[in-house]
């Protein structure tokens, strides 16, 4: 379908604002427009936020802890931010997390992973991982229930957690009850049908994408490896069911997509859910963008039933 009229506004008012990549983008020019982008902006309240640091593989990891109300025993969400491994921060998806804890009723524990070019591949999956397994040995700490935790991710934070999720099986660390990736980075590749039809004028340009990889990686091997592109992984069995979240207008949708028929292919319960109409980014702004509201419904409806809450 067209783009919808009120994703057609948000994508110019996105490009007007100085949001998006440019030639002369540096991380640190596109971390500071991220930033600016979220001033002003109304917040959702939820019970209880907590910010803590955590131990990593290289220090401190900074998360914070989101609570919908004083329960004890609450499902918990481990959540990954977007921003291509370069720009995001516990800041920039603030109001997402609050969004996730209030409707799907979760504690979610947001990681503020290291970022590239200052750590490169893979340093943001590495602390990822041990975020994943410090939330599960200490939920009970956080009020949760060790039993039920997911993991989740928005663009690179949903690579992120495709691969925690493959990490955990590899090395036997907790199974997640539930794999939800929002329109994610699965492969080093700008050939697909969506790289070429949505390379421009939908936010995030293809040649965004390779200076993302670019500054994510430390050598072109690192491409070819599952834990930069998931969707290479040899083998996907075992892994836990998911949720994979895409954009129409979207150079990630088919890739999302082709590891959604992968995780199918090998046994994996998978539901994949394509927004008509929009453009990547679009999780969370269901307020205002009208396309997005059903994907935001089958997230929060399969993190319910995952914990049992339907």
């Not at 609050?98 to 009723?105: E, T, V």
């Not at 947001?110 to 490169?120: N, W």
Request: proline residues 7%; negative net charge.
């Amino acid at each position: 379908m067209p783009l919808h009229p009120a994703a057609e506004s948000m994508v110019k008012l996105l490009a007007d604002s100085g949001l998006g990549y440019s030639a002369d983008s540096t991380p640190a020019s596109m971390r500071a427009a991220m930033e600016r982008a979220i001033v002003g902006m109304p917040v959702h309240d939820v019970h209880a936020v907590e910010d803590r640091e955590i131990p990593g593989p290289a220090g401190s990891i900074p998360v914070r802890v989101y609570r919908p109300n004083a329960d004890a025993s609450l499902p918990v969400l481990v959540w990954f931010h977007g921003g291509g491994w370069v720009t995001g921060s516990l800041a920039t998806h603030d109001n997402l997390c609050r969004l996730l804890c209030d409707d799907a009723g979760v504690i979610v524990v947001s990681v503020d992973y290291r970022l590239a070019p200052e750590t490169k591949f893979p340093g943001a999956a590495d602390d990822c991982v041990a975020a994943w397994v410090w939330v599960n040995d200490f939920a009970s700490e956080l009020g949760g229930d060790r039993q039920n935790v997911a993991l989740g991710g928005d663009s690179a934070g949903g690579n992120l957690a495709a691969v925690v999720a493959l990490v955990a099986r590899e090395q036997g660390l907790p199974v997640p009850a539930l794999q939800l990736l929002v329109y994610p980075v699965t492969d080093h590749e700008f050939d697909s049908v969506s790289m070429v039809h949505n390379a421009e004028g939908y936010f995030l340009r293809t040649a965004a994408m390779r200076w993302f990889f670019d500054q994510y990686a430390s050598t072109p091997d690192d491409f070819a490896d599952w834990r930069m592109s998931p969707l290479r992984a040899t083998d996907l069995t075992g892994l836990p069911a998911a949720v994979v979240i895409t954009a129409e207008y979207d150079p990630l949708r088919d890739q999302g997509e082709a590891y959604a028929q992968r995780l199918r292919d090998a046994g994996v319960p998978t539901r994949a859910v394509r927004a008509d109409g929009i453009f990547h980014g679009f999780f969370g702004m269901h307020a205002f963008l009208p396309p997005a509201r059903e994907a935001w419904d089958v997230a929060i409806g399969a993190l319910r039933t995952a914990f049992g809450k339907e």
